[in-house]
C-alpha cells in the first residue's frame, strides 16, 4: 500500500513563498513518477509539475513557470514543490501523487494521491 502525505502549505501574502512537502510510504519510492497537481474550489484538478524517477527531468504548467520547482529526494522518499512570487490565482488544494509511467499531466493518470494541503494567497 502506497500512502502519499502532504505538509507546508498555508496563509501567505501575494509575493511570498511557500514549500510543499510530500512523504511517501514506500519502499519503492524510486520506481514513482511523481506529481504536484492543485484544485481550487468548483474547478478541476490540475496539473502544475511532474518530476522523474530519478529527479533530472521536469515539467511545469505554463502558470508556473518560473516561479515553482519540484524537486525529490529519494533517500527521504519526498517530493517538493518550492513556490516563489505567489500569486492570488495560486490559491487551491495542492496533491501530490504517484503513478509507475513516465510523465502525466492529467490527474486520471496517476494511481496513488495524498490527502492535499491547502495553500491560500492573500492579495
Known amino acids: 500500500q502506497v500512502q502519499l502525505v502532504e505538509s507546508g502549505g498555508g496563509l501567505v501574502q501575494a509575493g511570498g513563498s511557500l514549500r510543499l512537502s510530500c512523504v511517501v510510504s514506500?519502499?519503492?519510492?524510486?520506481?514513482?513518477?511523481m506529481g504536484w497537481f492543485r484544485q481550487a474550489p468548483g474547478l478541476d484538478r490540475d496539473f502544475v509539475a511532474f518530476?522523474?524517477?530519478?529527479?533530472?527531468?521536469?515539467y511545469y504548467a505554463d502558470s508556473v513557470k518560473g516561479r515553482f520547482t519540484i524537486s525529490r529526494d529519494n533517500a527521504l522518499n519526498t517530493v517538493y514543490l518550492e513556490m516563489n512570487n505567489l500569486k492570488p490565482e495560486d490559491t487551491a488544494v495542492y496533491y501530490c501523487?504517484?503513478?509507475?509511467?513516465?510523465?502525466?499531466?492529467?490527474?486520471?493518470?496517476?494511481?496513488?494521491w495524498g490527502q492535499g494541503t491547502q495553500v491560500t494567497v492573500s492579495s
Open positions: 501523487a504517484a503513478r509507475a509511467r513516465p510523465y502525466g499531466n492529467f490527474a486520471g493518470q496517476y494511481d496513488h
Open positions: 514506500s519502499r519503492t519510492f524510486t520506481r514513482y513518477y
Open positions: 518530476i522523474n524517477w530519478i529527479g533530472d527531468s521536469t
